[in-house]
């Protein structure tokens, strides 16, 4: 009779401790095909794709925190956007086009990017959406500031498209 009460209680202890287990894809929606799914509605999928696998973060995320990823992938490269800015500036101090960038990349990183991480933390995503919208045009009015090509072509490019892909991340919370 003891050996009968202590297995349902056994039964009882097993699944309490599996059940969690068993579960996990309803507590953490962040399974294998999350990356694909999220990256199948932005502009750009290999770009997005190859950004979020970039970083382990994402292998765990859920889209808020895909989201937050991509904008640290577009604070990355505005970031060297605006080293490789600050060095062609040391050349050339008087460039109006290169002093205009430097403002601009300097809104996308002090403005642009915290504004869309705390939208984001703090569950307002339309003003990270906006945000990173604006970090796009920013970057495509640094390119538009030159006559012809720019030396920044290619990393304004990159801002463009990485901004607009976390926009595109940010617009799936709304």
Not at 32 to 57: E, F, G, M
Not at 151 to 159: E, I, Q, Y
């Amino acid at each position: 009779m003891k050996n009968l009460m202590s297995l349902p209680a056994f039964i009882f202890l097993i699944q309490l401790v599996f059940h969690p287990i068993c579960h996990c894809k309803v507590m953490f929606p962040m399974d294998a095909n999350l990356i694909d799914q999220t990256c199948r509605k932005t502009p750009n999928y290999k770009l997005c794709v190859s950004s979020l696998k970039s970083d382990p973060r994402s292998k765990s995320a859920d889209v808020r925190g895909l989201a937050l990823v991509m904008v640290n992938v577009v604070k990355t490269k505005a970031t060297t956007t605006l080293k490789r800015i600050n060095e062609l500036l040391k050349k050339t101090p008087r460039d109006d086009s290169l002093k205009d960038c430097h403002h601009m990349y300097l809104t996308i990183l002090q403005a642009d990017i915290v504004v869309a991480n705390e939208a984001i933390t703090l569950g307002d995503p339309k003003f990270a959406e906006e945000s990173m919208n604006d970090a796009g045009i920013e970057a495509t009015n640094c390119e538009n500031n030159f006559k012809g090509r720019t030396p920044l072509t290619h990393l304004n490019r990159d801002v463009t498209n990485v901004s607009g892909v976390a926009a595109a991340i940010v617009r799936i919370l709304l």
